[in-house]
């Protein structure tokens, strides 16, 4: 079992950075591939990014990639987005989710646990 709660988000003006962290409960936290995924409005939840237990892969929607980065502290349970060069469009709640699978990293059905979001509003 494992419990997730994210913090970190807010309101922010487009070009602004934000860090998200998702602290986790559970002794097997390490063994876990981490993603975060986000939700506007009437869309569905969408893949973010992800990172294998190890930190050493890691993997990002199109959409954000080259600016924002993932990564994780297994000593911690903790793992981080840090968001940069921030976009209106990047405004969601953003939700941390853990997997036992590598593969599939970017399918929301893998994931078998979940935060509760944090919100992200990004002001043109």
């Known amino acids: 079992q494992v419990q997730l709660v994210e913090s970190g988000g807010g309101l922010v003006q487009a070009g602004d950075s934000l860090r998200l962290s998702c602290a986790a409960s559970?002794?097997?936290?390490?063994?876990?591939?981490m993603g975060w995924f986000r939700q506007a409005p009437g869309k569905e939840r969408a893949f973010v990014a992800a990172v294998t237990w190890s930190g050493g892969n890691t993997n990002y929607a199109a959409s954000v990639k080259g600016r924002f980065t993932i990564s994780r502290d297994n000593a911690k349970n903790t793992v981080y987005l840090q968001m940069n060069s921030l976009k209106p469009e990047d405004t969601a709640v953003y939700y941390c989710a853990a997997t036992l699978e590598s593969l599939y990293y970017w399918l929301r059905s893998k994931y078998n646990y979940w935060g509760q979001g944090t919100q992200v509003t990004v002001s043109s």
């Open positions: 559970g002794r097997t936290f390490s063994s876990y591939t």
